[in-house]
């Protein structure tokens, strides 16, 4: 059997799937990424011997870039989604999240790590800066809606905008692990250029490219053409030229990309915020990201069943329930404190901080760029969580979020 043809016709037949996921989980109330999967797991189970190798350990730098694209096509689709413009009011509840949940959260699994699971150092920090963000990828059933949907829901829109904010703002923390590892090796590093740096420079280079770009081609694409009709378009793919061409660029001058993606997707989106071409971007991102992410989670089930999680241990297991249920659950509720929110919308918030492509894609970025201590204990356990967190969260998205629907008043969205 050729492999190429197979893989080829083994991705259409996942992409074509995309095309009813949608519908097939808002009505049956399980996720289409439990399915995916679960049809992961069965091919590999069958195909195996003529399927390429899944297990990310063996293949970290296709691991890594695959996982890359995958998340800032979310990023950018994501950050379209918006409708709720910036400020520092209309947005303290992912803001909060993404500061002090998060590092709580971060600093807690490091020290269970490290502690309860007997990781070094630097696998410690890694496992709670690769845990910590919620992923945009997986977390679809918890988000918005298209743009213009007039209403959004508060558990919602915070949801959604940490899942956009967070996958950048955890890099800093990554590379801490990495000079940790580092320094445990006795390589020359410091701690200051870490912070100046990796935390300082970074997130403002992202920061900054992002808004830039988002602002200039916004203007480009809705201001410029009422004086000069030839530039006018109709075209969505532009948001994933965007998308590449904004990460490229931030990557070049060293800054984080993830950042500088998401933060160019809200600008663009607050261009003409009742323009028709935003729906043409989310829906071209939307289609990229699912078609992607078809492939990426059968070969998760395919990993799964190749060995993915022969080194689970008893403590692994106990950790990935304690993190998913009790570390993140908690960090986020405390960390909500005082913004006025009713509790169901408080402890949905705190309970879906899906896992998924995003930690992937940070521990191949770590040991790509050195090693690590426990690296097939961090492959396993991380793999486990993720697995767990599709389950849980993906056999109650639905249900939640169609109960909140119902018990609580949508509210306007604020300009």
Request: aromatic content about 12%; overall charge neutral.
């Amino acid at each position: 059997m050729d492999q190429y043809i197979l893989i080829l016709t083994l991705t259409g037949l996942a992409a074509m799937g995309m095309a009813w996921m949608p519908a097939i989980s808002k009505n049956t109330g399980i996720s289409y990424s439990i399915i995916y999967v679960a049809a992961g797991a069965l091919l590999y189970a069958l195909l195996g011997e003529h399927l390429p190798n899944p297990l990310p350990q063996h293949n970290e730098t296709a691991t890594l870039h695959l996982t890359e694209i995958v998340v800032i096509i979310s990023l950018m689709g994501t950050g379209i989604k918006i409708d709720r413009a910036f400020s520092i009011k209309n947005w303290a509840s992912p803001l909060r999240l993404i500061s002090l949940a998060m590092l709580l959260c971060m600093g807690i699994a490091a020290l269970v790590g490290y502690k309860f699971l007997g990781f070094e150092l630097a696998a410690a920090v890694l496992l709670g800066s690769v845990l910590a963000p919620t992923d945009p990828v997986l977390a679809s059933d918890v988000q918005v809606g298209p743009p213009n949907s007039k209403v959004k829901s508060e558990t919602k829109f915070t949801l959604t905008t940490e899942a956009g904010l967070n996958d950048g703002m955890a890099f800093p923390f990554i590379w801490l692990a990495i000079v940790l590892a580092m320094f445990s090796k006795g390589e020359s590093v410091s701690f200051l250029h870490w912070f100046w740096y990796d935390v300082l420079y970074k997130i403002g280079a992202g920061l900054i490219v992002g808004y830039v770009l988002g602002k200039v081609v916004g203007y480009i694409v809705f201001r410029l053409p009422e004086r000069y009709p030839v530039l006018k378009t109709h075209d969505g793919l532009l948001a994933i030229a965007l998308t590449l061409f904004v990460y490229g660029l931030t990557e070049m001058v060293h800054g984080y990309g993830f950042i500088a993606v998401f933060v160019a997707a809200v600008n663009l989106r607050h261009f003409e915020k009742g323009h028709d071409l935003h729906h043409e971007f989310h829906s071209v991102t939307d289609q990229a990201e699912r078609l992607l992410v078809a492939v990426v989670l059968l070969l998760f089930g395919g990993a799964l069943v190749s060995g993915l999680l022969t080194g689970l241990t008893w403590p692994m297991v106990i950790f990935a329930f304690v993190f998913l249920l009790v570390i993140r659950p908690l960090t986020t509720y405390v960390s909500l404190f005082g913004r006025g929110m009713r509790v169901k919308e408080r402890m949905a918030i705190s309970f879906f901080g899906i896992r998924g492509m995003g930690s992937v894609f940070y521990l191949a970025f770590a040991f790509h760029e050195t090693d690590f201590a426990n690296k097939n204990e961090l492959w396993t356990l991380v793999a486990f969580t993720i697995l767990l967190s599709i389950v849980v969260h993906g056999l109650t998205a639905n249900p939640v979020m169609k109960h909140l629907s119902r018990v609580i008043p949508k509210e306007e969205v604020p300009g």
